[in-house]
């Protein structure tokens, strides 16, 4: 059964107006989109986001050179085989792919990525998602997020901590709680949820965007035109808002009709992104089913071929290709019981919010750092931070007293 709904999706990304090199990921096609935004030390960042979406790719698309196509042994189509499993399984794998190119260059240990994914498959359209990447939704004039933050700053609002309007401007508001990595067991949540439905338009954006321009901004430029003008709008918003970092948006129109009458809608052909080498979005008619006017598979940003990996690198993600590796063995596959570290037991995995008599801010953020500082160090030195922690604790600590 196929539920009658399609993707229409448009995407762009840009460097911002300091990286020389683009970190974030993404993959558009009509019935799976995702964004990574990748982190660690020297590139080790775009190879972790270019990884997990080249593994998510190939639920939607044949394997490169594979002569049958799209057709498995049972007729169906590799697009058909894209369920919550599989999505779960090709999440699991990818952690395994990480670890094992950590394993064979040291420079990428502590490497990890955000991760927003939507599927459209059998039992519903299912939603990936780990760190700080979101999702909104924009539905009769109302924009909602859709996902909860895995992050300190977070955790401080759910807490009563902190103020919403606050986050922007905190100093720890990049510290991520939970990503896809190399080195813990975390998994991105993966749920149906029935939170999207036809004539909804979905966004999904790295905190290129979201940590620089406000919802109710956001709203004003999602809400006009086709998902490639949003897009474009949306990117053009952040580099006016001086982003710092990496910004990527995928716009999606949820339509309704499956992939074989999705019909009407018209393609956005043209990837917005501005001086993006990263780009490699000739559209792929082979993925596109039997509509012709369906959203051709695309990828932004940071990719495999662009990504700079040696060739060690480059046989471990062969060796994974052709199976001759087991897909992270010390992984669980439950995406919501993975054990959680001693850094996160107060996070619901569920919800990605907290308990929050439990949420001490100063145990959080002290717990957090050890943790989390390698996964930051592409967006704050080591050094930098450590002041800032100190700093902190320091503060409190005299708030504390001061209170007690
Ligand atoms: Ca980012």
Known sequence: MTIPLSFRAAGATDLGTVRTNNEDAALLSERLVALADGMGGHAAGEVASAVVVDRLTTLVAPAAGDPAGPADEDGTSDAGALTREALTDALTRAKGELRALSAVDPSMTGMGTTLVALALTPEGVVLAHVGDSRLYRLRDGDLEQLTVDHTHVQRLVDAGRLAPEAVREHPFRSVILRSLDDTSDDLPDVSVTDAVAAGDRLLLCSDGLSDYVTDDAILGALAEGSPQEAADRLVALALDHATRDNVTVVVVDAATGGADDAGDAEPDAEVGGVDEPGEVGEPDP?????????????????????????????????????????????????????????????????????????????????????????????????????????TFLLTTGVVWLTQS
């Open 286 to 390: 082979s993925v596109a089913g039997d509509g012709a006017t369906a959203t051709p598979l695309r990828l932004l940003g940071a990719t495999l071929a662009t990504a700079d990996l040696g060739p060690e690198a480059r046989e471990v993600l062969d060796a994974y290709d052709s199976d001759a590796v087991d897909a992270a063995p010390s992984v669980e596959e439950s995406d919501v019981e993975a054990e959680p570290d001693e850094d996160e037991a107060a996070v619901d995995p569920g919800t990605g919010g907290v308990e929050t008599e439990d949420a001490d801010e100063a145990s959080a953020a002290s717990a957090m750092v050890p943790d989390a500082a390698p996964g930051t160090s592409s967006r704050a030195t080591g050094l930098w931070l450590g002041l800032v922690v100190l």
